[in-house]
């Protein structure tokens, strides 16, 4: 079955750290950018960051650069989004998602609080 | 990064058409044709529906259009139907290498 699967998120103090990984399975996963987006309770999706197939480019937003970095292992056909300096306002349900621009294929998404 | 500007509702009966507009600027919408669009049912997963401006993805109903002109993109759902009730998100890229999402608009199937 194609799909994505999110996992790591929690409960997290102002200023810690936390790392979401995405599972793919049932598609080439080395062959697709890769994009990690949030949405905040109650608001929009806000795009976060992509990285290319072979992770050679990375690209963030500008509210999480130097904060977040993304990555990836195509032998485990995974994707990750290590978070540091944690502040309230990135507590969101994190999605990862395929594709560059029409992200074509999401997952369920993890929540992430951050919260004292 | 400032979010597209999309209105915050939208509403037509079945089997009337509603469009959505998504405004950026010449930074994204008005200088790339990568513009996407989302739906995403609350509690669901979001559901790619257009991308770059007009293709729609295998499975995706032809009563869902793309366009756009200058600085704006805009979304056509046609033949309106109870599922179609929904949020919808455009997307662009951007010219500082990454992309923005639309502030979203709740459609209502009256």
């Known amino acids: 079955e194609v799909q994505l699967v999110e996992s790591g998120g929690g409960l997290v103090q102002p200023g810690g750290s936390l790392r979401l990984s995405c599972a793919a399975s049932g598609f080439t996963f080395s062959s697709y950018w890769m994009t990690w987006v949030r949405q905040a309770p109650g608001k929009g999706l806000e795009w976060v960051a992509n990285i290319k197939p072979d992770g050679s480019a990375k690209n963030y937003v500008g509210s999480v650069k130097g904060r977040f970095t993304i990555s990836r292992d195509s032998a485990a056909n995974s994707l990750y989004l290590q978070m540091g300096s944690l502040r309230v306002e990135d507590t969101a349900v994190y999605y990862c998602a395929r594709g560059w621009g029409g992200f074509d294929l999401w997952g369920q998404g993890t929540l992430v609080t951050v919260s004292s | 990064q400032s979010a597209l500007t999309q209105p915050p509702s939208a509403s037509g009966s079945p089997g009337q058409s509603v469009t959505i507009s998504c405004t950026g600027t010449?930074?994204?919408?008005?200088?790339?044709?990568?513009v996407s669009w989302f739906q995403h049912h609350p509690g669901k997963v979001p559901k790619l529906m257009i991308y770059?401006?007009?293709k729609r993805p295998s499975g995706v109903p032809d009563r869902f259009s793309g366009s756009k002109s200058g600085n704006t993109a805009s979304l056509t759902v046609s033949g309106l139907q109870a599922e179609d009730e929904a949020d919808y998100y455009c997307s662009s890229y951007t010219a500082s290498n990454n992309f923005v999402f639309g502030t979203g608009t709740k459609v209502t199937v009256l």
């Open positions: 010449s930074s994204d919408v008005g200088t790339y044709n990568y």
């Open positions: 770059e401006i007009t």
